[in-house]
């Protein structure tokens, strides 16, 4: 399967943007996807994840109650809406795919996608 990671860009603090995750070869059935991040000279940081067919997701600490991940059945992709963006937010954007979870890093799991930039000006 093939990830293709898409809408990132810039944008001021307190904007939004939407980023999507379109899978083609194979649809995400059982599969777990995941939004990563790395910024420049940071660790990589896991950002939300989906469990494709239970729908469960979760999201972590630092974004919860501003960035929301989701799924669309039809269009085989999975969204990350960002809203109150903080400079901080600023990095590389991947999406991964894994059958056996959520792994710990976007190049840890099975399949993953180019990052998309976001950049979060102040």
């Known amino acids: 399967v093939q990830l293709q990671a898409s809408g990132g860009g810039l944008v001021q603090a307190g904007g939004s943007l939407r980023l999507s995750c379109a899978a083609s070869?194979?649809?995400?059935?059982?599969?777990?996807v995941a939004w990563f991040r790395q910024a420049p000279g940071k660790e990589h940081e896991f950002v939300a994840g989906?469990?494709?067919?239970?729908?469960?997701?979760y999201h972590a600490d630092s974004v919860k109650g501003r960035f929301i991940i989701s799924r669309d059945n039809a269009k085989n992709t999975v969204y990350l809406q960002m809203n109150s963006l903080k400079p901080e937010d600023t990095a590389a954007y991947y999406c991964?795919?894994?059958?056996?979870?959520?792994?710990?890093?976007?190049?840890?799991?099975?399949?993953w996608g180019q990052g998309t930039q976001v950049t979060v000006s102040s």
């Open positions: 989906i469990h494709w067919s239970s729908g469960r997701t």
């Open positions: 991964a795919a894994d059958t056996r979870g959520y792994s710990a890093s976007w190049y840890d799991s099975d399949f």
């Open positions: 070869g194979r649809t995400f059935t059982n599969y777990y």
